[in-house]
């Protein structure tokens, strides 16, 4: 598989007719600075696709990019890559969180998008949060697949590796596909488009 082309669709608000046009869409989650933005770039080889480093918070809006992919058999077909605004950055105002979380769960739930599977970025630093918690429930709970990217594993040394390793599987046990990744120096960025485009 590999990815000819990715270009900007819309960013979209509500019901608009991208959201059921029979593309799958592949979703891509995360808390503000997790790398979410560099994630995509390096997922595209694209590097300027998504602005990295944007102040959190600022993206009120679901981007879609459409990107055309060449599959082994060289098949061409296409999907939408969905950037979800990045969640739970705490200098927002409430009423702003809110609006946030209002919209990125309307897409989470909503019963005819085309939503293919979501990608949950997490930093590795950090490990998976309560507000990733909240956000595995409502995707079990609407049947939604889903795998954890966990970015920024140029960060850890071979222990703190290890012991992720450890904590991922005992929480998400063998029902939850979990890929490790830099989105910086692009180490094992194909195992996570392998687990991405596998199914499409
Ligand atoms: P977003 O807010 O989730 O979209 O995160 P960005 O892509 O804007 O990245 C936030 C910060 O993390 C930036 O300073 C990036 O350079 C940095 N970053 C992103 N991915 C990686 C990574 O794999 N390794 C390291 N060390 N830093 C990263």
């Given at each position: 598989?590999?990815?000819?082309?990715?270009?900007?669709?819309?960013?979209?608000?509500?019901?608009?007719?991208?959201?059921?046009?029979?593309?799958?869409?592949?979703?891509?989650?995360?808390?503000?600075?997790?790398?979410?933005?560099?994630?995509?770039?390096?997922?595209?080889?694209?590097?300027?696709?998504?602005?990295?480093?944007?102040?959190?918070?600022?993206?009120?809006?679901?981007?879609?990019?459409?990107?055309?992919?060449?599959?082994?058999?060289?098949?061409?077909?296409?999907?939408?890559?969905?950037?979800?605004?990045?969640?739970?950055?705490?200098?927002?105002?409430?009423?702003?969180?809110?609006?946030?979380?209002?919209?990125?769960?309307?897409?989470?739930?909503?019963?005819?998008?085309?939503?293919?599977?979501?990608?949950?970025?997490?930093?590795?630093?950090?490990?998976?949060?309560?507000?990733?918690?909240?956000?595995?429930?409502?995707?079990?709970?609407?049947?939604?697949?889903?795998?954890?990217?966990?970015?920024?594993?140029?960060?850890?040394?071979?222990?703190?590796?290890?012991?992720?390793?450890?904590?991922?599987?005992?929480?998400?046990?063998?029902?939850?596909?979990?890929?490790?990744y830099s989105a910086t120096t692009n180490?094992?960025?194909?195992?996570?488009?392998?687990?991405?485009?596998?199914?499409?």
């Amino acid at each position: 598989m590999r990815i000819l082309e990715t270009t900007f669709v819309q960013g979209v608000v509500d019901e608009t007719a991208v959201l059921y046009d029979g593309t799958p869409h592949i979703a891509f989650i995360g808390r503000s600075n997790v790398g979410k933005s560099s994630t995509l770039n390096a997922i595209t080889g694209k590097r300027k696709l998504v602005k990295v480093g944007q102040t959190p918070g600022k993206t009120r809006e679901i981007n879609f990019f459409k990107a055309r992919l060449e599959l082994e058999d060289k098949q061409q077909t296409s999907v939408y890559l969905v950037d979800l605004p990045g969640y739970g950055y705490a200098k927002l105002s409430k009423t702003q969180r809110n609006q946030l979380k209002e919209l990125i769960f309307w897409y989470l739930k909503h019963p005819t998008a085309d939503t293919a599977l979501v990608c949950i970025v997490i930093d590795s630093k950090v490990g998976i949060t309560d507000h990733d918690r909240e956000i595995i429930e409502v995707l079990n709970a609407h049947d939604k697949k889903f795998i954890i990217a966990v970015n920024k594993i140029d960060k850890l040394n071979q222990k703190s590796r290890h012991a992720l390793v450890q904590s991922l599987t005992q929480e998400l046990g063998d029902t939850t596909a979990y890929v490790m990744y830099s989105a910086t120096t692009n180490k094992h960025i194909n195992l996570l488009q392998e687990a991405i485009f596998n199914g499409i």
